[in-house]
């Protein structure tokens, strides 16, 4: 009597839907961190908008400043960071992409501010940042 070889549809849907949460749960991270990319490149074309741009009173300082090119790259940024972000909510829990998304976007900012603007960079800065970044893998990985 030959042996045969079954499987059911359940263990082979239970399968590949595990690897379909997998690959979805990737995207969802994947768009975070685009997130948390586009908050940082935001910033910083803020500061090198308003930097650049002398700001007056009135109006017409107001639309000094709305025509730098790097306040519309601003803009642009803060948008996919938005776009990513609520796409990113869809499949992380609030109380975790909230945290890991201006965590680690603080701390992507204060570096670059130091790199691009010449901003202090103290030891007690760099002590903050540190546990900014452990309590959100803290927090991620409690849950």
Known sequence: MAMKWSYSRKSLNHKSRSYSINRVSFMYWSALLVAIISNIIANLSFKKAVAATPIEEGA?????LAADPWMWAGFL???LLLGCYLYALKGIDLS?????????????????????FGESLSLAKIFAM???????FILK???
């Open 60 to 64: 017409e300082g107001f639309i000094k």
């Open 141 to 143: 990985f409690s849950s």
């Open 130 to 136: 540190t546990l900014i970044i452990a309590g959100v």
């Open 96 to 116: 975790i992409a909230y945290p890991v998304v201006t965590g680690f976007a603080m701390v992507g900012i204060a570096l670059s501010g130091a790199l691009f």
């Open 77 to 79: 940024s803060a948008g």
